[in-house]
């Protein structure tokens, strides 16, 4: 019984508890905690959309009130040791995918800025204007894109 406790005694030595240590980095904070993945390609490039929110707040009546939100678009071609291409498209109040196709071996995607947020007047809602971008993918050219 001896020996047992011993042993135990021994081997809870080598564990050890750290803390772990708490990053200061407000922007890295709000991007990962408030990101969502709109679109994911099952191919190649593989393409990834990611929506994530400047701050975590309500509006506070108008349109320019609400948080921006920030879309990221990351390709890759999936090569060993390839750096992922990350770009980034103008903020806006909030993003949707509505449209993705394939034509010619190049990926057509269709996104749209949206106003989806509560607390906002009628009169401030019919002065916002949504954008529509239109990404065109290939694993020849990059990435191109056109606002409409």
Not at 83 to 99: C, D, F, M, N, T
Not at 107 to 112: D, E
Request: glycine share 6%; hydrophobic share 40%.
């Amino acid at each position: 019984m001896k020996k047992f406790i011993l042993c135990i005694l021994f081997l809870v030595s080598f564990a050890q508890a750290n803390e772990l240590k708490r990053s200061d980095n407000l922007e890295l904070s709000y991007l990962l905690g408030t990101m969502r993945i709109l679109f994911e390609s099952k191919d190649f490039p593989y393409i990834r959309i990611i929506e994530s929110s400047e701050e975590i707040m309500e509006c506070g009546g108008t349109f320019e009130s609400c948080p921006n939100s920030r879309l990221f678009i990351v390709s890759s071609m999936g090569d060993l040791g390839e750096a992922p291409l990350l770009y980034e498209l103008p903020k806006s109040k909030g993003w949707k995918v509505s449209s993705n196709e394939i034509v010619n071996g190049e990926r057509h995607l269709t996104l749209i800025t949206t106003l989806e947020h509560a607390n906002i007047s009628m009169k401030s809602r019919s002065k916002w204007q949504s954008k529509t971008y239109k990404i065109r993918v290939s694993a020849d050219y990059g990435m191109l894109y056109t606002v409409q």
